[in-house]
């Protein structure tokens, strides 16, 4: 009997102290460390505090977005131009004859978001397996196309019998080197492999590889086109936008979504409302107003006058003469000069703008753009006197 009590007290001390010890916790999506003393209790409240956790990160995550990123498109259909494009890539789906793909135009023309739409469309579960993004940021040379694209299109998923897809978006940055070395693994891996280049500039792409894609332009958007939409991200974001303002984002877009998508972010961050004049001074550019008073200088005041005039005007401004030059040449068309008078004009005001982008005096090319409007007026008048 003694034995018997001295072998059961020992258990049961044992017992009592692992009930005793703590139990250790550790939340690797918190990357925190809690001390609990009852197992069943901790082990709900631990997953319960996890959860929300997580979903507000989300939630944060989405409303850190640029619009430009939050807003883009996640299937074809959402796409608001170039329905044609669109749906011509749409048939080649359907028919599973999709080519190597080639998009070009102008920046924020909604080539990387179609691509990107038609991916994502293609690939809904295995996106990250079958598809190769590179972009202007990575390295362009030959030594990528030997080693990282060509590893990546010689293998082929083992339960997935879709082909895969590689975007080069900027690829007029390629060097001709790589460019040369690309043709070859879009001809040996066509069975394998899509390929999608994107660029700004068509010439930059060497004509072999052009042969070997189906070319698409992405042109300038319309205001009509590029309306609705911004409209539907003024409704998502509660901001509030006159007419005048909306206007003003168009007109200094020039056809670019993403161009706009900013100007309404930063203008929407910086005032309350956005109107005409918080555009135009959020974005640094001259207003029509500005554009108006600066124009009827050029015509009417006297040389020197007119100099000194627009310098410090736009030395109080703070605006550039590359953006006058810009603005005063829509003026410019309209302007009721003789067609030969208007064809000099607009001559010499590109060769200004020409030598300002090389980096030259804005005073001597102010100077020239004010001497070439003197003489565009005297011609004028010395015609409209002979006829």
């Not at 918190?30 to 197992?39: G, L, R």
């Not at 990250?128 to 293998?155: P, Y």
């Not at 020409?354 to 001497?371: D, I, K, N, W, Y």
Request: proline share 4%; hydrophobic share 40%; charged share 25%.
């Amino acid at each position: 009997m003694p034995a018997e009590t001295e072998s059961d007290t020992p258990m049961e001390t044992n017992t009592a102290n692992e009930a005793q010890e703590d139990i250790v916790v550790v939340s690797s999506s918190d990357a925190e460390i809690t001390v609990v003393s009852e197992p069943s209790k901790s082990e709900t409240t631990t997953t319960a505090s996890i959860a929300p956790k997580n979903k507000l990160a989300k939630v944060t995550d989405l409303n850190l977005l640029p619009w430009v990123e939050k807003y883009r498109p996640a299937v074809l259909g959402d796409l608001i131009s170039h329905q044609d494009i669109t749906s011509t890539i749409q048939k080649f789906i359907d028919m599973d004859q999709l080519p190597h793909l080639l998009f070009y135009g102008p920046p924020g023309t909604g080539k990387t978001s179609t691509i990107l739409a038609l991916v994502k469309q293609l690939y809904p579960r295995d996106y990250q397996s079958q598809v190769l993004e590179l972009n202007a940021s990575d390295d362009r040379g030959i030594g990528v196309v030997r080693e990282r694209i060509v590893g990546f299109a010689s293998t082929r998923t083992m339960f997935n019998k879709k082909f895969k897809f590689v975007i080069l978006d900027e690829a007029d940055a390629m060097t001709n080197d790589a460019q040369n070395a690309l043709r070859r693994v879009m001809e040996k891996y066509t069975e394998n492999t899509r390929f999608c280049l994107i660029c700004n500039y068509l010439s930059k792409i060497i004509p072999a590889i052009q042969s070997r894609c189906t070319r698409f332009r992405f042109g300038p958007l319309t205001a009509e086109q590029m309306m609705p939409r911004i409209r539907h991200v003024i409704e998502s974001e509660k901001v509030t936008v006159t007419e005048e303002g909306l206007n003003a984002i168009l007109s200094l877009a020039t056809g670019d979504m993403r161009r706009s998508l900013n100007i309404l972010q930063s203008c929407a961050t910086a005032y309350k409302t956005v109107d005409e004049e918080s555009v135009y001074v959020c974005t640094g550019n001259p207003s029509k107003q500005d554009i108006n008073t600066i124009v009827q200088w050029l015509l009417n005041k006297e040389f020197s006058a007119c100099v000194d005039g627009i310098f410090d005007f736009c030395s109080t401004k703070g605006y550039s003469l590359q953006d006058i030059i810009t603005q005063v040449h829509l003026y410019c068309v309209k302007i009721d000069f003789p067609h030969a008078v208007k064809c000099k004009l607009l001559s010499k005001m590109a060769d200004i703008e020409e030598r300002l982008l090389a980096g030259a005096s804005e005073f001597l090319q102010l100077t020239a753009l004010v001497a070439s409007f003197t003489t565009a007026r005297h011609e004028a008048i010395e015609l409209a006197a002979a006829s």
